[in-house]
Protein backbone atom coordinates (compact mmCIF):
# COMPACT_ATOMS: atom_id res chain seq x y z
CA UNK A 1 0.00 0.00 0.00
CA UNK A 2 1.13 3.65 -0.78
CA UNK A 3 0.02 6.29 1.51
CA UNK A 4 0.91 9.85 0.41
CA UNK A 5 -0.26 13.19 -0.09
CA UNK A 6 -3.52 12.16 -2.19
CA UNK A 7 -5.05 9.97 1.06
CA UNK A 8 -4.39 13.45 3.24
CA UNK A 9 -7.21 15.51 2.22
CA UNK A 10 -5.83 19.37 1.68
CA UNK A 11 -2.62 18.60 2.38
CA UNK A 12 -1.26 19.44 -1.45
CA UNK A 13 -3.45 22.21 -2.09
CA UNK A 14 -1.65 23.46 1.50
CA UNK A 15 1.62 22.69 0.76
CA UNK A 16 1.53 24.87 -2.75
CA UNK A 17 -0.35 27.68 -1.17
CA UNK A 18 2.36 28.06 1.12
CA UNK A 19 5.34 27.17 -1.16
CA UNK A 20 3.53 30.30 -3.52
CA UNK A 21 3.57 32.50 -0.53
CA UNK A 22 6.94 31.83 0.34
CA UNK A 23 8.08 32.61 -3.14
CA UNK A 24 6.41 35.68 -3.52
CA UNK A 25 7.99 37.08 -0.24
CA UNK A 26 11.50 36.39 -1.62
CA UNK A 27 10.79 38.61 -4.92
CA UNK A 28 9.69 41.35 -2.26
CA UNK A 29 12.59 41.32 -0.41
CA UNK A 30 14.86 41.15 -3.34
CA UNK A 31 13.06 43.62 -5.11
CA UNK A 32 13.24 45.41 -1.84
CA UNK A 33 16.34 45.20 -0.57
CA UNK A 34 18.74 44.65 -4.13
CA UNK A 35 22.09 43.79 -3.75
CA UNK A 36 21.84 43.96 0.17
CA UNK A 37 19.55 40.82 -0.45
CA UNK A 38 20.95 37.85 1.70
CA UNK A 39 19.21 34.42 0.63
CA UNK A 40 20.36 32.68 4.28
CA UNK A 41 18.78 35.60 5.90
CA UNK A 42 15.85 35.26 4.19
CA UNK A 43 15.38 31.54 4.79
CA UNK A 44 16.45 32.23 8.47
CA UNK A 45 13.37 34.50 8.75
CA UNK A 46 11.53 31.77 6.92
CA UNK A 47 12.47 28.78 8.54
CA UNK A 48 13.34 30.60 12.16
CA UNK A 49 10.18 29.92 13.68
CA UNK A 50 8.86 26.62 12.64
CA UNK A 51 5.75 25.73 10.76
CA UNK A 52 3.82 28.72 11.82
CA UNK A 53 0.77 30.39 9.49
CA UNK A 54 1.32 32.41 6.82
CA UNK A 55 -0.12 35.79 8.13
CA UNK A 56 2.67 35.33 10.55
CA UNK A 57 5.05 34.76 7.87
CA UNK A 58 4.46 37.44 6.34
CA UNK A 59 4.74 40.07 8.78
CA UNK A 60 7.77 38.31 10.10
CA UNK A 61 9.74 38.31 6.22
CA UNK A 62 8.06 42.32 6.10
CA UNK A 63 9.42 43.37 9.29
CA UNK A 64 12.90 42.10 8.81
CA UNK A 65 12.55 44.02 4.97
CA UNK A 66 11.80 46.68 6.98
CA UNK A 67 14.72 46.68 9.75
CA UNK A 68 17.10 45.86 7.01
CA UNK A 69 16.04 48.50 4.99
CA UNK A 70 16.55 51.07 7.74
CA UNK A 71 20.23 49.50 8.48
CA UNK A 72 21.83 50.91 5.40
Do not use: T
Amino acid sequence: MVVGRASIGGAGAGSKSGALEIFALRREAEQALGDRFDIRQFHQQVLGDGIVPLQYLRERVQGWIARSRAAK
